[in-house]
């Protein structure tokens, strides 16, 4: 059995002002309509109270309403109601949005994307807040959101380094040991990963340098993740893949699943499940840390965390 609350009302055929009143408050809640003037939502909805409120304001302005229980006994009449939910075609609306702004996003200056993107993720969660039985509609929205962030900040990225065709050599570890490393200032995603998989499995006694320009690599040091660089992004791995291959770590499946997420994060493409927790955590320790050493120390800590998590699933 499955419970929804029903409203059942009567306007004044008059008061054209109330009609629109409660038409808009009812239409926010994304309740559906199962006959002419009876409005049904799950009963345990966020939005079921604003059916009380609209029954005590039909009732204030003289109409009839009376809300009440509606119990579905049977998986035909389950079905039924269930269907009057269906979001589909608002997704699939909104999936041709995202795709046309994806389309417009190089013709874009970095305001006027950000603002876009804002718009349309605004637009995505107004209807998962009324999609109360999501389904595969809104799994492949929330992907095709995911690519369209992804690939307005890769647009719009200072400074990020361009993607080289060329064969990536086996080296030895051992023979990069207790260097110097150097990267571009202001550490994001695929930069702090590398700092990350630099100390925990190449270099244990790295020591980095944050620097404006390639120009700025001190004597010696080995670059990472910009144009020039000994290590960068090759064909379409970024550079914590490029780390991963050329030092024989492709075997740790943990390494490999972590670098899933950071290449979505990075440059988008196939959406990852746990990409957008790590980037929410990377955000909040940007913005609190004082320098890019301490953003660096941080987050090393929570790809230490992932690493674990992913380790343990393989595991078991």
Known sequence: MTVFLALLTSLPTGNSTLRMRVWRALRNTGCAVLRDGVYVLPVDAPQAPALVEAESAVKAAGGFAMSAELNLKTS???EHVRGLFDRSSDYGA??????????GLPRLGKRRADTLVQRLHRSFEEVTAIDFYPGEARSQASAAMSVLEAEAQ???????PHAVRRKTRRLDPATFRNRTWATRKDLWVDRLACVWLIRRFIDRHAKFVWIDRPGD???GALGFDYDGARFTHVES??????LVGSFGL???HALVALGDAVHFLDVGGIPVADARGLETILKGIKGRARSDDETALE?????????SAYAQKRAG
Do not use: C, S, W
């Open 76 to 78: 035909a009449q389950l």
């Open 94 to 103: 909104l999936v041709e949005r995202i795709g046309a702004a994806k389309r």
């Open 154 to 160: 890769r647009l719009h990225a200072v400074n990020e």
């Open 217 to 219: 690599r001190p004597r």
């Open 237 to 242: 791995r970024v550079t914590y893949e490029v």
């Open 250 to 252: 492709g075997h740790d």
């Open 299 to 307: 987050a090393g800590k929570i790809f230490d965390h992932f690493y």
